[in-house]
């Protein structure tokens, strides 16, 4: 039996670990491989029940879905010939004095005949481990647990609530019943893939009970599942899989290393490729980084931990080249209040905190802002006819819908501004569809669902969705789906006030539209030699320099304003 590898939600990831060795024998669900991606780290459960007779990949190989990864001899053909073996035994000895408690034949009958009775409930009750949805992230903090061991809960029921720097998500129930064990608490770090909780499908108590009471049939095959260490069936990665971090700092040496030696020491170093990947933006020799997790692995925070105890020992020496090494100074001592009166300490949401690193990007991006001003005057009048019939369907019709299309329009027409610079910095990555990230404020911070494929799209359906996903947003009932997958974003201040601002590019992404409050301005027509009331609409294009130049942004930037202006240029 082939066990694959499912959908990794990504093209390819590399085999970080191999949790399992030829001859052991699993439980389906447990654990073989771990795999990462620039994502995420995920462990790989098996999808049946066996015994190893082959791994069929190796640590470093990149896997893609539906690639083998092990070969199992079925836990079904192994019991299978046990019992038939046993049988044998037994007609054997079936003419000697046997002992009456040592006779196998009541129960191997009994099993035998309700085997075929048992499997179809096999499933139902049995106590399932389920692991947490792609997070759309590498990380996340348990924020609140909304079930208790022993509740009864219906698929899809919220019960884990999720923070991310991109969002607040519930994570619902993956089948219905009774909560087993719950494998998380409040504040730990999850990943995508990670074990989270045990539950028992529901009306299988009974069968359940029922199963722990009467012998099973597996009972006759040798219990070689019991030799092996618990992690084999918690999926915990063995302790000798990887180097120590403590051993690698052991084995550094002083003075300059070769290349080779550099490369060995960036092997043994325990670390996921987006992990490797933060590092090599940030400037960051990995080697010199103390992992905190599991086996000593580093993760993003074990890397701003370290930026900022070197910016700690570092703090009196000038600020040199990398911009990415220099950090602020520590805050004065304001406990003096006749110098700086009396002061108060509030934390910020767990949504802010985890949006620093996002925003801290931006630092290494050379943005720019374009400012521009679009006469909306004709448009305004257009929304103001329609607005009433969508009101009557229940359709919030903003002036947000035609900046949305026309900047869907503008994107496809201008498709650099659509586009990601790859790592490398030599190529541009061009976006064939229009997903527009929309920014969003709720309570706890600012947050930007996506509209997918808007090029395709008319102004009544762009409109119902801004409306969708503004509700989802600030219920905190957005799905990863949701806040995954932007090509460009918009920033729309409404009617807060203001005249421009500058928006901060969200990298990957090249660019950002701000749109502020229209106002009535006097506008000179040079027909009738007169001033006239226009309702003018701040535009704020903020870009990547590196991908994109002052004057492609300025005309980009009048290009939208155009078609805000005359909304009938887009059906052309």
Known sequence: MDIKAPDLGVDSAEVSEIMVEVGDVIAKDDNIVLLESDKASVEVPSSAAGKVTKISV????????????????????????????????????????????????????????????????????KATTHALPDLGVDEAQVSEIMVSVGDTVS???????????????????????????????????????????????????????????????????????????????????????????????????????????????????????????????????????????????????????????????????????????????????????????????????????????????????????????????????????????????????????????ATAYALTQHPRFNSHLSDDNTQVILRKSVNMGIAVATDDGLIVPVIKNVQDKGLKQIAIEIGELAVKARDKKLSTKDLQGASFTISSQGNLGGTAFTPLVNWPQVGILGVSEASMQPRWDAKTQSFEPRLMLPLSLSYDHRVINGADAAVFTRYIATLLADPRRILI
């Not at 079936?94 to 408690?101: A, L, Q």
């Not at 028992?200 to 099973?216: N, W």
């Not at 009196?316 to 406990?335: Q, R, T, Y």
């Not at 002061?343 to 630092?363: A, C, F, G, H, M």
């Open 155 to 405: 698929a899809e029921q919220s019960i884990l609530l999720i923070e991310s720097d991109k969002a607040s998500v519930e994570v619902p129930a993956p089948v219905a019943g009774k909560i087993e064990k719950i494998l998380v608490e409040a504040g730990d770090m999850v990943a995508n893939g990670q074990d989270f909780i045990v539950i028992i499908a529901s009306g299988t108590d009974d069968a359940s009970d029922s199963e722990s009471e009467a012998p099973k049939p597996q009972e006759s095959a040798p219990a070689k599942t019991e030799d092996k260490p618990a992690a084999k069936t918690t999926g915990e990665p063995k302790q000798a899989a990887k180097p120590t971090n403590n051993d690698t700092a052991a084995s550094k040496t002083e003075g300059k290393l070769t290349e080779a030696q550099v490369n060995e020491k960036l092997v043994d170093v325990y670390a996921g490729p987006a992990v490797r990947k933060l590092a090599r933006q940030l400037g960051v020799d990995i080697t010199q980084v103390n992992g905190s997790a599991l086996n000593d692995r580093i993760l993003k925070e074990d890397l701003f931990a370290h930026v900022k105890k070197s910016l700690t020992k570092q703090k009196a020496a000038p600020v040199s080249g990398n911009p990415v090494s220099s950090g602020l100074p520590k805050l004065p001592d304001m406990s003096n209040a006749e110098i700086w009166g009396e002061t108060e300490t509030q934390d910020l949401s767990r949504l802010q905190k985890v949006s620093i690193p996002q925003l801290n990007y931006n630092t290494l991006l050379p943005q720019v802002t374009q400012f521009d001003l679009s006469d909306i005057t004709e448009t305004e009048k257009l929304r103001g006819e329609l607005k009433g019939g969508m009101k009557a369907e229940g359709v919030g019709f903003t002036i947000l819908a035609f900046v949305v299309k």
């Open 58 to 125: 190796a640590i470093g190989d990149q896997v893609s879905e539906g690639m083998v990864l092990i070969e199992l001899e079925s836990a079904d053909d192994s019991a299978e010939s046990n019992d038939d073996n046993a049988a044998e035994k037994q007609e054997a000895n079936s003419t000697d004095d046997v002992k009456p408690e040592s006779k196998p034949e009541p129960a191997a009958t009994e099993s035998k005949q309700s085997e075929s009775a048992a499997k179809p409930a096999a499933n139902a009750g």
